[in-house]
Structures are given as C-alpha cells and as structure tokens.
C-alpha cells in the first residue's frame, strides 16, 4: 500500500522560506514521479512541481518558477520542496503525490498525502 506523509509546513513571514517533504512507503520509490500540489480555500488545486522519476526533468508552475525548488533523494525514498521568496499568495495546503507507473514520462498521479499547512503572513 502506498503512503506519502508530508512534513514540514507552518507560519512564515512573506520573503521567508521553508522546506517540504513528503516521505514515500509500499513500493520502489526511485521509479515513480513525484509531484507537489496546493489548495488555497476557495480555490481548485493546483500543480505546483513535478519531477521524473529519473530526477532529471522537473516542471514548474509559473507562478513559482525561480522560487521554488523540487527534488528527490532516492536512498531515503523522499520527494523535497523547498519554497524560498514566499508570498501571501502561495499559502495553502500542499500536498504530495506520486504516479501510478513506474518508468513512466507522461505521470498519472493517483496516490496523495493528507497534506500540510503553509501560512505566509503579510
């Protein structure tokens, strides 16, 4: 059974930083995508970051192109979002998902985390 637990949200100032994780269990994590993704209330979610599961190509949305980092570390079976320049307008719940297939350059992703809270105040 595939399991994300995300960590790492919390208040910070707007121009603050902070570092998200999400912790992968039940299968071979270094062959799935890894995305992160946020809701802000009233709003849909949306795609935030995504990377291959080969690590190198990453997709960024363009509102936090520049700002924000993804990556992976496959020896801990960890997927990473570091979030730097925060605005306001970036707080939501983030969430962590990976893909259905191994190996594959076109992800589906269907298994999530619960989610955490970033709050960037004014």
């Known amino acids: 059974q595939v399991q994300l637990v995300e960590s790492g949200g919390g208040l910070v100032q707007a121009g603050g930083s902070l570092r998200l994780s999400c912790a992968a269990s039940?299968?071979?994590?270094?062959?799935?995508?890894m995305g992160w993704f946020r809701q802000a209330p009233g709003k849909e979610r949306e795609v935030v970051a995504t990377?291959?599961?080969?690590?190198?190509?990453?997709y960024y949305a363009d509102s936090v192109k520049g700002r924000f980092t993804i990556s992976r570390d496959n020896a801990k079976n960890t997927a990473f979002l570091q979030m730097n320049s925060l605005k306001p307008e970036d707080t939501a719940v983030y969430y962590c998902?990976?893909?259905?297939?191994?190996?594959?350059?076109?992800?589906?992703?269907?298994?999530w985390g619960q989610g955490t809270q970033v709050t960037v105040s004014s």
């Open positions: 998902a990976t893909d259905g297939q191994p190996y594959s350059s076109r992800p589906n992703f269907i298994y």
């Open positions: 039940g299968r071979t994590f270094s062959t799935y995508a």
């Open positions: 990377i291959t599961w080969t690590g190198v190509d990453t």
